[in-house]
């Protein structure tokens, strides 16, 4: 109770959570057990106690596809270089097409809203609200600056690719320039290969 209490001094309810280590592959839950602190009178004199809380676990969308890229990560040594940015751009790729088809739901029922059509909810605008507050700024300097040092790098490694690509194919051009030169040689020829 006193480190509760020296804890309620940064932060007004705090919470304590207690992890169950061992594994128990029949349980579906989180292995966690969630408590959280009450006043109770308890012989006339007011007393703090731990209470257990329940909990739910709710994700967004974002987390759920963060999620589902890390469950399908590949070993690095599976599978090409080229196969696996494929992979990473097709999941980028759908998830920014839910994403914006997410977006055009809720910018229509907004709309709705506004217009009259549905009933005003207050509690989904504060939830809009506060989703937009966290949206990066897309006219500040501070956003170009970064836009632009983002593309010039993704810029910079395709060139860097494309120079990797060439300088591999013309190796392979030289080998082989180097292994018909020597099979000549060796024949007696005296032709240039100029």
Do not use: W
């Not at 709710?58 to 599978?79: F, M, N, Y």
């Not at 990473?88 to 059509?117: C, D, F, P, W």
Request: aromatic share 6%; hydrophobic share 40%; glycine share 4%.
């Amino acid at each position: 109770m006193n480190i509760h209490r020296a804890l309620m001094d940064i932060n007004e309810s705090p919470l304590y959570v207690l992890l169950n280590p061992s594994i128990n592959h029949a349980q579906k839950d989180l292995p966690i057990t969630i408590y959280e602190s009450e006043l109770h009178i308890i012989d006339g004199i007011p007393q703090l106690i731990f209470a257990q809380a329940s909990y739910t676990i709710e994700t967004v969308e974002a987390e759920r596809i963060s999620v589902d890229h890390v469950a399908h990560l590949k070993p690095s040594d599976g599978g090409s270089a080229a196969t696996q940015l494929a992979a990473h751009l097709t999941g980028t790729h759908s998830a920014i097409k839910m994403l914006n088809s997410r977006i055009r739901v809720l910018h229509h029922y907004l709309l709705a809203m506004q217009k009259g059509e549905i009933p005003c909810e207050n509690s989904l605008l504060r939830q809009v609200s506060s989703l937009l507050r966290r949206l990066p700024t897309i006219e500040s300097e501070k956003f170009r600056d970064d836009f632009l040092m983002e593309y010039n790098d993704t810029l910079l490694v395709s060139y860097l690719a494309m120079f990797t690509n060439c300088s591999s194919t013309m190796n392979e051009l030289v080998d082989k320039f180097n292994t018909a030169y020597e099979r000549h040689t060796r024949r007696g020829g005296r032709t240039s290969f100029i």
